[in-house]
């Protein structure tokens, strides 16, 4: 007699299902959002720690600023790109319910005729509210983004922002500040560069400035010079001429305790070339530390390769390859002004202040208070 067959033989076992991931607390999350010269982005973030975790972010290249050096407006194709990209923000921020956010504008919309008529239309088609800041909030805030990167060995640092239509630099002296308490100290300066007394170390800001140029003005102005080199070398000098009333820049810095910390897609680009990565990768680039040669030799190849070859070169992308140059020549000059051969590379910037700006000031972050 055959063997009962016992119940439930031969089914398919019960699959044992992992708990779905509990999703953000829409009361947890800040947004921050930055439209510059050439991009739009955005990003979405829940504090964690004494950092923040990103829940959602936007990038696009949107260039605003497209023809505003020849007529000091905004056209209208610009302004169409930009507003279709806000709309996707805008279904983000709806998405995620967040209440708590900074929209902020930078160069294009300071120097724009039209600026508020484009605010007014952005507001009346997306709903958002962009608010147009002033170069020192942009140049502080790109600081702080930064402050995670800085040494503790640092008592002398330079903070550079490579935007589309500006460059924020910014010169810090630490001298004062205990070590372990350096990089708290260049987040506190979330509050202004020249904050109140406070009972913690002060960072020190010795002088900072806003050049109004970036990787799309400064192209803008040299477009019509026909030699890729001469092109490169006339904007790298063009750029150096407009820091002599940068303060440090006139006195001798001394090279042991310097650290310059650079922040925009340029930086991370020639990063990502001399890392020969593939496929960006943000992990490898954040936080790397490159010599004055080793950037020498991306920027000795860029002009080799030629405009044909870099846009050809993945590394480069197609966004990035009509910019590349001119911010490299910002770069370039940078480095012959000041007593280091080091640079550390930061992907990070406005976004990441504005966030870490709301943050601090709400006192969600660890290790504060800030």
Not at 221 to 250: H, I, K
Not at 345 to 362: F, I
């Amino acid at each position: 007699m055959a063997p009962k067959r016992p119940k439930g033989a031969g089914a398919f076992p019960k699959p044992v299902e992992s708990p779905a991931p509990k999703p953000p607390d829409t009361a947890e999350l800040y947004a921050a959002l930055d439209l510059g010269t050439n991009s739009c982005r955005m990003l979405i973030a829940q504090p964690k720690g004494s950092q923040f975790h990103v829940v959602d972010s936007f990038s696009k290249s949107v260039q605003l600023g497209s023809g505003l050096e020849t007529t000091g407006r905004l056209s209208r194709a610009s302004m169409a790109r930009t507003t279709q990209a806000l709309r996707i923000c805008q279904q983000k921020l709806k998405r995620h319910k967040v209440t708590r956010m900074r929209l902020v504008a930078t160069e294009a919309c300071r120097r724009a005729k039209n600026s508020r008529e484009f605010i007014r239309q952005v507001r009346r088609d997306t709903g958002l509210q962009l608010e147009i800041i002033q170069p020192e909030e942009e140049a502080r805030l790109a600081v702080i983004s930064c402050a995670p990167l800085v040494s503790t060995k640092t008592e002398q640092l330079l903070v550079v922002d490579i935007g589309g239509g500006s460059t924020e630099l910014v010169w810090i002296d630490l001298r004062s500040v205990p070590n372990r308490d350096r990089p708290r100290a260049i987040m506190r300066l979330h509050a202004g560069f020249h904050p109140s007394d406070s009972p913690f170390p002060a960072a020190k800001v010795v002088d900072w400035i806003s050049v109004p140029l970036g990787v799309a003005t400064l192209r803008d102005q040299f477009r019509d010079v026909e030699d890729d080199s001469a092109r490169f070398a006339l904007m790298s000098w063009f750029f150096e001429e407009n820091l002599s009333e940068f303060t440090p820049y006139a006195n001798e810095q001394v090279r042991e305790g310097f650290q310059i910390v650079g922040t925009s897609g340029t930086v991370t680009t020639v990063a990502a070339s001399h890392l020969g990565l593939k496929r960006y990768d943000r992990t490898k680039v954040d936080g790397l530390r490159m010599s004055s040669d080793q950037i020498d030799k991306v920027i000795r190849n860029y002009l080799t390769l030629g405009p044909q070859g870099r846009r050809r070169d993945p590394r480069i992308g197609q966004d990035r390859q009509a910019l590349i140059m001119s911010g490299a020549a910002i770069l370039q000059a940078l480095l012959r002004c000041w007593p280091t051969d080091r640079l550390s590379v930061a992907d990070r910037g406005l976004r990441e202040g504005l966030l870490y700006a709301q943050m601090s000031a709400d006192g969600v972050l660890e290790d504060g208070p800030f």
